[in-house]
Structure formats: C-alpha cells, structure tokens
C-alpha cells in the first residue's frame, strides 16, 4: 500500500533523486567513532542541530501558554512552570537546550577549527556557520527577556547598554530592539518576543538550509 | 542523458543539468579504510548517540527546573544584574579599567568586534593548505588563546558574583502571586509605632521608599513575617543590611525607632 503510494507520487514528481541525495552516501571511515573513538568529535554538530531541533519543538509549545505582554508574560510563565501538565519539563528542556545549543556549537566550531576544515573550498560554509553562531547568541539574548522576571529584565538592560555603545549608530540599534533609547518596557518585551520567534528562526533556518547543502555538496573533510 | 525517469513534462521550463559542475567532492573510496553507508547502518548510530545525549538531557531537566524569579520590576535600584552564562565573559572583561568607563567601547565593541571579526574570516587569514594545528602555529595559538581567555574571564566572573545575594534579591514573593500577607496592618492600629510609618512626610519616609506604604515590600523585602525581635530591627535600621539596604536613614528619634520596630516585630501571621 505504502510502495504504491510512494511510486504514485514518485511517477509524477520524481523524487526518489531528492531523498537519495540526502540519505544515500558513503561515511568515511575517519568520521565514524565506531572505528576510531576519538571521532566522537565529529557528533558535535549534528547533536547542536539535534538540540536545535528539539529547541525548536518546545519552543512552539511554550507559545500555546506564553502571553508577550508586560502584564501577563511573568504570570503566564509562573503558571506553565507551576500548574500546566508537563510544562516544567517542556520549559526545562527549552531553558537547558538553550545552554546546551551554545556548549555543542562552541565544541563543533573548535572541532571544524583544529581539523583546519575551514579551508578551501569549505571557507563560504565556515562563514556561513559563524553566521549561524551568531543568530544563536542573539536567540540565547532575545528568549532571556521573555519570562520578565528580575534577572531577565536587568540582564537586557545591561545587553542593551552594551548594543547602545556601538558609535554612531547606537541608539538606532537601541530603539530598533527596546522600541526605546532608555525605556524598557511593553515594547521591549514584544520586539524582543517577535525577534526572538519569527525574525531570528527565519535567518537560523535559512542559514542552516545552506550550511547542509553545501555540507552534501562538498562532503565532509577528509582525514587529517 | 535525461533527468531522473526521464520524464518529459508539459511545457517543461526545467533546465537540464547536462554538464555537472566539476567541484564534487572526491568519492570516500578514494580514502583509505571502511566506508559505511549512512542510510540505514550509520543513521542507525547517530540515534543512538542522539539517544543517550538525550537521556541526559532529561535527566539535567528534571534534576534542575529551570529557574523564575520574581516578576521583573524596573523600579528595583538595588538589583545586581547578571547575564546568562555564556554571556559573562564579556560582562567580566568590562569590570576592567582598561575596558570600561572612557575606555567602554574597547570592552563592549572593539574586543568582541574584532574576536568575532576574526572568527568570521579566519578562512582568508589563515590560507596555507595545512590542515593539522601543529603545522599552523600562529591559527592555533590565537585560538588557544581566546578560547583560555573566554574561560578565565567566565571563572573571574563566577568566583566575583555574590551567588547568596542574587537568589535573595530574585526570589518569588507572595505578593508577586496575589497573595497578601494574613495579616491585617489595620489591627496594629494602636500601636504608636503605626502612626509613625502611615505618616508619609514623618520620619519613615525613606522606609516606605523600599518597603512600600502597606509595608508589603517592593525594592526592599516586605516587613510582614520578618520573624525579627525588635531589637534586630533597630540593628538593621540603624546599620543598614546587605545587599541594598542603607543604614541610618529613619530620620526619628531613637526612642521613635524603638516604637516602630515594635510594631514590624508584632506584624506576625496568627498561628
């Protein structure tokens, strides 16, 4: 029944080069920790996209509880933690996913960097995944705001003091964040929540679309 | 050579890929020792990697819930801010002098600028074709460096936080759930210390500053449920307690102070 379905669609779309492409090629021996256990190393990055992933699962289910509102957003957070069902642990896996993401991206860089991967011809894919780096940093600073407990809100004011010193065109970033030059407030907290769930996953997904096609384009590097 | 079935479409606006680019990477064959497909067998190993590390990622979740402090109150002057951890390095490279004040743009912009800068384009800074850090130095010792760095500065700012104060100052406090304190200030009427608190402009003015009118609390603890003596409370009125609280500032006479420490003291919920 499934075969028939899939040579159906396939029939008319084609697409068994899509999934081949992906899913069909050879691991080489010097990635593959069964046969060489100190390349655990090369796990690293697919276990931050593992994170990522689930970052992104429990991510959506906190917004079916999560209120981006000033008066709302703390209670709405005290409320998930303490008296939905599971939602210690859907936001437990979210707040430690996020420390985690940032732990294995930072042993994935060191493990791309002293396997001196970065070179030609992986040099675009290296900037895209500091890119990458990047975005993730601005996810960890963004989603420390929203639960707007104390510790959240003094931290972004500090974040933001910092993001206001750039010359020139400090306070234009300050207002483009807080909404604000000293003010954080309600809308801090809204441009910081929709920063944080559309603008930021937007460019993550992209860039991470382009980091895993050029990874099937080029193949990962070859032994030191 | 057609694509994949060789299906032809109608109108069919596809461009065939007759000359494939030349840049594909080398086939794993080519490499000495064992080639594993990754789909099934290899697939199959990175779940289970994914499992275990998941496992223990469950484990840290429920082992420690993860932390909410009282809700955000931006009135609070007292407050010692504290970014999430990946963060201190940075806030610690600004706590020195030739990093801050007039020279804040060095810790906040031009060190993070240039790491990050750095990083970005090591492709293009380092481009000898050697890939084993120990026949490039200077890639190596950079990295080494910054990545020695990024841990002491984390270290120096853990070891200089005052962990105690920080969860005292971000606890939940009863008011912040809607629940008032059981008790009724109003039964306490007759005490003389009462008079001496409600009177706004009197002496106790900087008190109802922190401590809030309805002594419910508000950048300083609440003053319902201290479990304090009296004596105590006139202690820390007259030295002030740590982390916020200044010393001396009730502007009454002692013999004023000791009667509203008595009525602090008496604020106690009925067993």
Known sequence: MLNKIYDWVDERLDITPIWRDIADHEVPEHVNPAHHFSAFVYCFGGLTFFITVIQILSGMFLTMYYVPDVENAWKSVYYLQNEVAFGEIVRGMHHWGASLVIVMMFLHTLRVFFTGSYKKPRELNWIVGVGIFGVMIGLGFTGYLLPWDMKALFATKVGLEIAGSVPFIGDMIKVLLAGDTTIIGAQTLTRFFAIHVFFLPAALFALLAAHFIMIRRQGISGPL | ?271
């Open chain 2, 1 to 271: 050579m057609q694509r994949g079935k060789g299906m032809k479409f109608v109108g069919d606006s596809r461009i065939k890929a007759n000359h494939r680019m030349p840049n594909l990477p080398k086939d794993y064959s080519e490499y000495p020792g064992k080639t594993e497909a990754f789909w099934p067998d290899f697939l199959l190993k990175e779940w289970m990697v994914g499992a275990v590390f998941l496992i223990g990622y469950l484990l840290l979740t429920v082992g420690h819930p993860s932390p909410l402090e009282g809700p955000a109150d931006p009135t609070n002057a007292a407050y010692i801010p504290l970014p999430d951890w990946y963060f201190l390095f940075v806030y610690q490279l600004l706590k020195y002098s030739f990093a801050s004040g007039p020279y804040n743009i060095i810790g906040a912009i031009v060190m993070p600028g240039l790491a990050f800068g750095a990083l970005m384009l090591m492709p293009f800074l380092d481009t000898t074709p050697e890939r084993r850090p120990s026949k490039r130095p200077l890639p190596t010792a950079f990295m080494l460096l910054a990545v020695a760095s990024i841990f002491y500065l984390t270290w120096e700012s853990v070891v200089n936080h005052d962990w105690e104060a920080a969860k005292a100052q971000g606890e939940i406090k009863p008011s912040d759930l809607g629940e008032g304190p059981k008790v009724d200030i109003e039964d306490f009427k007759d005490m003389p210390g009462y008079e001496i608190w409600m009177d706004d402009a009197g002496p106790a003015a900087s008190c109802i500053g922190c401590h809030g009118g309805d002594l419910t609390g508000g950048a300083g603890p609440m003053l319902i449920n201290t479990g304090l003596e009296a004596e105590e409370i006139e202690t820390i009125a007259h030295d002030g307690k740590a982390p916020g609280m200044p010393g001396g500032t009730f502007a009454g006479s002692d013999e004023e102070l000791k009667e509203l420490a008595e009525f602090i003291a008496s604020l106690k919920e009925e067993e």
